[in-house]
């Protein structure tokens, strides 16, 4: 009798660690599967929108948060460049799908234009994705307001830069810089100066603690490419000829010390005049 | 007229009753608790993400009523065959098939005021948490997608009361209500892919479009009902929209409920 009661338990007892160990074991071999990583292909548009179903928005907030994970995993890798050109790619194909979707979402386009044009160099992506944004929601400033700087500071194109922030001066609540800048840039191309008020704006709507600390160090890094550029266009005036390199300026005294580039790279001058610094902003890509 | 009342209050009691509506309680309070969990990781448009999640919550419940709820009350009677004690009363087979009918509207709409007064909820903390986020919200906007998400599910269990109307078990009533919700929801865009087929770069054939085109007629066109991504941007709607929608959902939906009492009143029982 008390055999019979007691079998059904001994078999539980020795079927548990049984389980545990082929669970490990199975996913330990899933893992080892040839299956492609996290970047596989992306359906066309008209696709998702069809399974979506009625549930379209909610898979635009989803693809947007896959290439955001996706993302936040890359932070933590060692390897330079961190992240690999298809996985770039990948990322904006999703979150051209996720605005596909939903064109209307902002934080795709917020996101593809703080990560594709200063990390993946992919700014004509970035713009393509932010005209459709610019589309649809057309009581948005700030769209045009990307649009324009990348244009500018990126594809040094003046004249679609003004043109773009002309346009979003006329927005709702729009920062009323974005006129002012307009004109500047139709004069002439003070790269450097329009990139730092531009991060200075971006700044002061910025909460949370990473961005922040990133942007700071891209506002300390232009400050100091801005100090150095000032530094050569003076020599350049006093002597008729530019400097051999940067410590030059130091000992004629036009400048008290060469500032620290936060990337930890160093100024240098390029043969053209420009002043550029080896960390390139944190990617290592020549250009 | 008399009897409805009375098939529509037992139906209705009937539907409450349910232990699945339980469990759909639970899936939609879980999915309204993850909303808090999910707007932490949106960087800009917390309000337009809160928007989608609660409005598909409520929808997606919704369906499971009208799916594993819905169909049951009606095909149960026919399971059980208790249908004939209630036919054996005078009342004719038409009025039995509305007075089901009533009782469900009523069931989708009390389930549908609780789970939107949940979903308001969950947005309403989440406005006052990320207040910054939530400028182009609007509450009007949000009412009149719960009240269209509640004209979708009515028309869908119509469809679901025509299904059970003539198939001989629940089973294949469900299977086809699923099928048709698939279908109304897609046919839209299916429709506009096989008449642009260039986008995706596929050659559809010619009987392709023909069949989706009868198909577009046929089938409910379910993407009317859905203005959630409307709601979740604050986007404008002409009223003229909203009128129409409305009509085209009770013509729909009393067409379809005059043909299932057709089709019922001329069944044989075994």
């Known amino acids: ?287 | 007229m008399k009897p409805l009342f009375p098939i529509a209050v037992i139906t209705f009691k009937e539907g409450i009753r349910n232990r699945a509506i339980y469990g759909i309680s639970i899936i939609a309070l879980l999915m309204l608790v993850v909303n808090f969990l999910i707007s932490q990781m949106i960087m800009r448009e917390v309000g337009k993400v809160a928007v989608d999640i609660a409005l598909s919550t409520v929808s997606f419940s919704g369906l499971l009523l009208v799916f594993f709820v819905g169909i049951n009350l009606m095909a149960k009677d026919l399971d059980r065959k208790t249908i004939y004690m209630v036919l054996a009363r005078p009342i004719s087979r038409a009025q039995y098939m509305v007075g089901k009918f009533l009782g469900m509207v009523g069931l989708i709409v009390v389930s549908n005021v609780i789970l939107g007064g949940f979903a308001a909820a969950s947005l309403f903390m989440l406005s006052r948490m990320y207040a910054t986020y939530f400028q182009r919200f609007s509450w009007p906007m949000v009412v009149l997608a719960l009240a269209f998400i509640m004209l979708m599910l009515i028309l869908l269990s119509a469809l679901s009361f025509l299904f059970a109307s003539f198939t001989s078990t629940s089973f294949i009533a469900l299977v086809l209500t699923i099928v048709t919700y698939l279908i109304g929801n897609s046919i839209n865009d299916v429709k506009a892919l096989v008449e642009a087929p260039q986008a995706v770069g596929i050659t559809p054939s010619p009987v392709t479009v023909k069949v989706v085109q009868i198909a577009y007629y046929l089938f409910p066109n379910l993407s009317f009902f859905d203005i959630k991504s409307q709601a979740a941007h604050g986007l404008a709607l002409s009223s003229a929209y909203v009128c129409w929608t409305v009509i085209y959902g009770l013509v729909y939906t009393c067409l379809v409920i005059a043909i299932a009492c057709l089709v019922f009143s001329r069944r044989e029982f075994p």
């Open chain 1, 1 to 287: 009798m008390i055999v019979r009661r007691l079998f059904p338990i001994v078999i539980i007892i020795l079927l548990l660690p049984a389980y545990l160990f082929s669970l490990s074991m199975t996913s330990t071999q899933r893992k080892m599967l040839p299956l492609g990583g996290e970047v596989s292909y992306v359906l066309p548009s008209p696709l998702l929108k069809i399974t979506a179903l009625e549930f379209d928005g909610l898979a635009s907030d989803f693809m947007f948060l896959k290439a955001l994970t996706f993302y936040g995993g890359t932070l933590e890798r060692k390897e330079r460049p961190r992240v690999q050109e298809v996985e770039w790619r990948w990322m904006y194909d999703v979150l051209n799908a996720a605005t596909d979707l939903d064109p209307y979402f902002y934080d795709p386009y917020y996101f593809a234009n703080s990560n594709f044009t200063w990390e993946a160099h992919m700014v004509k992506e970035a713009n393509t994705l932010l005209a459709k944004g610019n589309r649809y929601r057309e009581w948005d400033w700030t769209i045009p307001f990307y649009m324009g700087f990348n244009e500018f500071y990126f594809l040094h194109d003046n004249a679609k830069a003004s043109e773009y922030l002309m346009q979003g001066s006329k927005r709702p609540d729009a920062d009323p810089i974005l006129a002012t800048l307009a004109v500047r840039m139709a004069y002439r191309g003070n790269r450097t100066e329009i990139a730092i008020v531009f991060l200075q704006e971006t700044l002061k709507k910025t909460k949370d603690k990473n961005t922040r600390r990133e942007l700071g160090m891209r506002l300390e890094v232009l400050q100091g490419v801005l100090a150095l550029e000032r530094a050569v266009e003076t020599y350049k005036s006093k002597f008729a000829k530019l400097p051999h390199d940067l410590n030059e300026l130091v000992a004629k005294g036009l400048l008290a010390r060469i500032p620290d580039d936060p990337y930890c790279g160093e100024f240098y001058l390029d043969e053209d005049g420009s002043v550029k610094t080896t960390s390139d902003l944190y990617t290592t890509r020549k250009k």
